[in-house]
């Protein structure tokens, strides 16, 4: 086993490697960039060496500096965890050159999977099963129509060196086949420089089912059972579960060997996945080989009992894998949800900021949290922006969902906004407790899952209220303890009136709507700051009211009527300098965020980032498409611009009906946060 391993990766993939090694007794060299100083892998490693700026491109992807940081540090070996240069086979023999172990597959198994068609022309050798189709070297669009009648319609045309969906097109009929044949090649070589296609019959709502396989170099290769990633967003993963939900016994054999038949193929050695699409059927179809650990590998862990960091770091280091096929099994049902910093309100654009408060569940027995963040941490623009991930496991897959319901209760956090409420309501539609999953669930349950900027509701801000009552209590003691005469009538925070009962209006924005709750009290002689007694009027309606503040993180026991719960009301400065006001008890999971109303509160279009005339870009990025031309007519909701920022594109819309005055950006263009991108003169202007 390695002495020492360095971790080329960040975030929560770097401290999961560093937590198995430090298991093993391996010690860890870490790596971070400028924006990584203080980050929490960082603080869990034996030793850590900077690596350069925040961006990427001059970090974590710079083979080199990670060669030279394992070659100053003695690190025998390199973890290249996922993403970043883990399936970059130059850099895996860039380490074998410099005598260091890639602790991954050998660089021809890598590249062997790099290409599409040549991927599909290895599995048909190795008789796993494709999808009827054509993936061959002429091109000529008289031959791939006739092949698109062969297969039969509906057909797919995927560019061969696409992935991700990037470069798919569906075609229903053979009149529009030639059409979509010369789109698809001319978007392959605009995003791949390699105008190559396959077609292939097109299956409907298909499921995303891989296979975990591990082989040694002992000539061992075996199959940690399937997990099914059919719940996607937009080619991204969003929930996956182990075992696959509906799979039989006899299908798991079939796609288990078929998955090892692959990596034999291509000589694997290490940690991969086979990815297959089945068909409602159950048929299954060789999709793409990922030959690195992937993101939601805990799932199989779970269901197995299994480390897969410790195997990668044992046969990385010429050991048999400690277990055989006959020894694995499965046990229960787990699910991985990924917590992400996005904001559902616009569009799923990642939302980057300061984790003002971060509580994660508790790992336990049926709970685990991988994460590479703390409260405090920044999410910012230069990397993924993945908050956590969240694993349950239970006997079954209903005991396992309730878990995960539990779980996603137990999750806040202010200071991003998150996709906890899309998680949640997934977690809880029926569809998907019946295990009806396919890669359309979110598409066609839209409606139901996808939330919508709602207003509070009453409870919220009842809460919210007392909560604001309760900080006045603090900041009014801190007040009088400063003061030369802390007794005076000046520090009361009872809503003292010289012609009348006690009373105070709190004015609260939430969605479009303003709501005034009063706040009406008995004199009361003492200054309390930890308990508030009063009656809330709000919407017309009363309700006696109180709160006893429990701990610091503010928490408070609250009474509305005759209802008694915890709530948890977390206050923060928004980017705009605006209060916000995060309310989490027993209701929507994620929150409920109110903004408080004062004088000086700014637009929320400025917040927005739209003001003036024009639109800005939201984070820093490069621009990739300019949709539109100067002085061209657009209507509201328009793509005007497309971004790519974060390894996603976005696509910037227009604001509303209006003209395109000027472009200030071309394709190509890095921008800054906040730059101007375009002059926009609104239709009503
Ligand atoms: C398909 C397909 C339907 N029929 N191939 C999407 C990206 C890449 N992983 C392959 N993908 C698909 N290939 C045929 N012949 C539907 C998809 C697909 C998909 C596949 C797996 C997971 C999510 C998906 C989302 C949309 C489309």
Request: aromatic share 6%.
């Given at each position: 086993m390695f002495g020492k391993i360095l971790v080329a990766n960040r975030g929560e993939i770097a401290c999961r490697v560093i937590r198995t090694a430090r298991r093993l007794g391996v010690r860890t060299v870490a790596v971070y960039s400028d924006a990584d100083r203080h980050a929490r892998h960082v603080a869990m490693a034996d030793e850590a060496v900077h690596i350069g700026p925040a961006p990427?491109?001059?970090?974590?992807?710079?083979?080199?500096k990670l060669i030279e940081a394992a070659r100053t540090t003695g690190a025998e070996a390199i973890h290249p965890g996922y993403g970043f240069l883990s399936e970059n086979a130059a850099f895996a023999e860039a380490c074998a050159a410099a005598g260091i172990v890639f602790i991954g597959p050998p660089p021809a198994a890598i590249r062997a999977m790099g290409s599409k068609s040549e991927a599909k022309k290895l599995m048909e050798a190795a008789r796993v099963p494709l999808v009827p189709g054509y993936h061959g070297d002429d091109q000529s669009p008289a031959l791939l129509a006739r092949e698109a009648e062969r297969i039969g319609y509906p057909v797919l045309i995927k560019a061969s060196a696409?992935?991700?969906?990037?470069?798919?097109?569906?075609?229903?009929?053979?009149?529009?086949?030639?059409?979509?044949?010369?789109?698809?090649q001319r978007e392959a070589k605009a995003a791949f420089a390699d105008d190559h296609v396959l077609v292939e019959k097109y299956l409907t709502r298909p499921r995303h089912i891989e296979v975990q396989v591990f082989a040694d170099t002992h000539g061992t290769c075996l199959y940690l059972f399937e997990r099914d990633c059919s719940i996607q967003r937009r080619h991204q993963k969003v929930i996956e579960e182990a075992p696959a939900p509906g799979m039989t016994a006899e299908r798991r054999k079939a796609m288990g060997e078929a998955a090892v038949s692959a990596a034999r193929a291509i000589g694997y050695v290490g940690a991969g996945t086979v990815e297959f699409i089945a068909d409602p059927s159950g048929a299954f179809y060789f999709m793409e080989m990922n030959t690195r650990l992937q993101v939601e590998h805990p799932v199989t862990e779970m269901i197995t009992g299994q480390d897969l960091v410790e195997w990668q770091l044992r046969v990385a280091a010429g050991e048999r894998m400690p277990l055989t096929q006959e020894e694995l099994a499965i046990?229960?049902?787990?699910?991985?949800?990924?917590?992400?910093?996005?904001?559902?309100?616009r569009n799923f654009l990642p939302s980057v900021g300061r984790l003002v408060h971060l509580a994660l569940p508790r790992d336990r027995l049926h709970v685990r949290v991988d994460t590479g963040v703390r409260s405090g941490d920044s999410v910012t623009p230069y990397y993924d922006p993945m908050i956590a991930k969240i694993i349950v496991h239970d006997q079954d897959r209903a005991a396992a969902l309730r878990r995960l319901r539990q779980a996603l209760r137990e999750t806040e956090v202010v200071g991003v906004r998150t996709n906890t409420a899309l998680l949640a309501r997934i977690a809880e539609h029926p569809a998907f407790a019946a295990g009806e999953v396919d890669t359309g669930f979110i598409e066609r349950h839209r409606a139901e899952v996808i939330p919508r900027a709602e207003a509070a509701d009453e409870r919220a801000l009842a809460l919210a209220t007392l909560a604001r009552l309760l900080e006045w209590r603090q900041e009014a003691q801190a007040r009088a303890a400063q003061s030369p005469d802390p007794a005076s009538p000046w520090h009361r925070v009872d809503g003292w009136r010289l012609n009348g009962a006690g009373h105070d209006d709190i004015r609260w924005k939430s969605g479009e709507r303003e709501v005034i709750v009063t706040a009406r009290y008995q004199p009361a002689d003492a200054l309390d700051t930890d308990t508030v007694d009063?009656?809330?009027e709000l919407d017309g309606t009363q309700m006696d009211a109180s709160a006893v503040r429990e701990g610091t993180d503010g928490s408070f026991r609250a009474t509305l009527g005759t209802t008694v719960m915890l709530a948890r009301v977390i206050a923060s400065t928004a980017s705009d300098g605006g209060r916000d006001y995060v309310v989490f008890a027993g209701g929507a999971p994620g929150g409920q965020t109110l903004r408080l109303v004062d004088q000086r509160d700014v637009s929320a279009a400025e917040a927005a980032g739209v003001h003036g005339g024009g639109l800005t870009a939201p984070m820093p990025g490069k621009i990739i498409d300019v949709k539109v031309r100067d002085g061209e007519t657009v209507s509201r909701g328009q793509?005007?611009?497309?971004?790519?920022?974060?390894?996603?594109?976005?696509?910037?819309?227009?604001?509303?009906?209006?003209?395109?005055?000027k472009t200030l950006y071309a394709a190509g263009d890095q921008v800054p946060e906040g730059a101007d991108l375009v002059e926009f003169e609104p239709a009503e202007a």
């Amino acid at each position: 086993m390695f002495g020492k391993i360095l971790v080329a990766n960040r975030g929560e993939i770097a401290c999961r490697v560093i937590r198995t090694a430090r298991r093993l007794g391996v010690r860890t060299v870490a790596v971070y960039s400028d924006a990584d100083r203080h980050a929490r892998h960082v603080a869990m490693a034996d030793e850590a060496v900077h690596i350069g700026p925040a961006p990427a491109r001059e970090s974590y992807l710079v083979a080199e500096k990670l060669i030279e940081a394992a070659r100053t540090t003695g690190a025998e070996a390199i973890h290249p965890g996922y993403g970043f240069l883990s399936e970059n086979a130059a850099f895996a023999e860039a380490c074998a050159a410099a005598g260091i172990v890639f602790i991954g597959p050998p660089p021809a198994a890598i590249r062997a999977m790099g290409s599409k068609s040549e991927a599909k022309k290895l599995m048909e050798a190795a008789r796993v099963p494709l999808v009827p189709g054509y993936h061959g070297d002429d091109q000529s669009p008289a031959l791939l129509a006739r092949e698109a009648e062969r297969i039969g319609y509906p057909v797919l045309i995927k560019a061969s060196a696409g992935g991700g969906g990037k470069g798919m097109r569906v075609v229903e009929t053979p009149a529009k086949f030639a059409e979509s044949l010369a789109g698809a090649q001319r978007e392959a070589k605009a995003a791949f420089a390699d105008d190559h296609v396959l077609v292939e019959k097109y299956l409907t709502r298909p499921r995303h089912i891989e296979v975990q396989v591990f082989a040694d170099t002992h000539g061992t290769c075996l199959y940690l059972f399937e997990r099914d990633c059919s719940i996607q967003r937009r080619h991204q993963k969003v929930i996956e579960e182990a075992p696959a939900p509906g799979m039989t016994a006899e299908r798991r054999k079939a796609m288990g060997e078929a998955a090892v038949s692959a990596a034999r193929a291509i000589g694997y050695v290490g940690a991969g996945t086979v990815e297959f699409i089945a068909d409602p059927s159950g048929a299954f179809y060789f999709m793409e080989m990922n030959t690195r650990l992937q993101v939601e590998h805990p799932v199989t862990e779970m269901i197995t009992g299994q480390d897969l960091v410790e195997w990668q770091l044992r046969v990385a280091a010429g050991e048999r894998m400690p277990l055989t096929q006959e020894e694995l099994a499965i046990k229960g049902h787990a699910f991985e949800v990924r917590l992400y910093a996005e904001d559902p309100s616009r569009n799923f654009l990642p939302s980057v900021g300061r984790l003002v408060h971060l509580a994660l569940p508790r790992d336990r027995l049926h709970v685990r949290v991988d994460t590479g963040v703390r409260s405090g941490d920044s999410v910012t623009p230069y990397y993924d922006p993945m908050i956590a991930k969240i694993i349950v496991h239970d006997q079954d897959r209903a005991a396992a969902l309730r878990r995960l319901r539990q779980a996603l209760r137990e999750t806040e956090v202010v200071g991003v906004r998150t996709n906890t409420a899309l998680l949640a309501r997934i977690a809880e539609h029926p569809a998907f407790a019946a295990g009806e999953v396919d890669t359309g669930f979110i598409e066609r349950h839209r409606a139901e899952v996808i939330p919508r900027a709602e207003a509070a509701d009453e409870r919220a801000l009842a809460l919210a209220t007392l909560a604001r009552l309760l900080e006045w209590r603090q900041e009014a003691q801190a007040r009088a303890a400063q003061s030369p005469d802390p007794a005076s009538p000046w520090h009361r925070v009872d809503g003292w009136r010289l012609n009348g009962a006690g009373h105070d209006d709190i004015r609260w924005k939430s969605g479009e709507r303003e709501v005034i709750v009063t706040a009406r009290y008995q004199p009361a002689d003492a200054l309390d700051t930890d308990t508030v007694d009063c009656r809330l009027e709000l919407d017309g309606t009363q309700m006696d009211a109180s709160a006893v503040r429990e701990g610091t993180d503010g928490s408070f026991r609250a009474t509305l009527g005759t209802t008694v719960m915890l709530a948890r009301v977390i206050a923060s400065t928004a980017s705009d300098g605006g209060r916000d006001y995060v309310v989490f008890a027993g209701g929507a999971p994620g929150g409920q965020t109110l903004r408080l109303v004062d004088q000086r509160d700014v637009s929320a279009a400025e917040a927005a980032g739209v003001h003036g005339g024009g639109l800005t870009a939201p984070m820093p990025g490069k621009i990739i498409d300019v949709k539109v031309r100067d002085g061209e007519t657009v209507s509201r909701g328009q793509p005007v611009i497309v971004l790519e920022a974060m390894k996603m594109e976005h696509t910037l819309l227009a604001p509303a009906d209006g003209t395109v005055k000027k472009t200030l950006y071309a394709a190509g263009d890095q921008v800054p946060e906040g730059a101007d991108l375009v002059e926009f003169e609104p239709a009503e202007a």
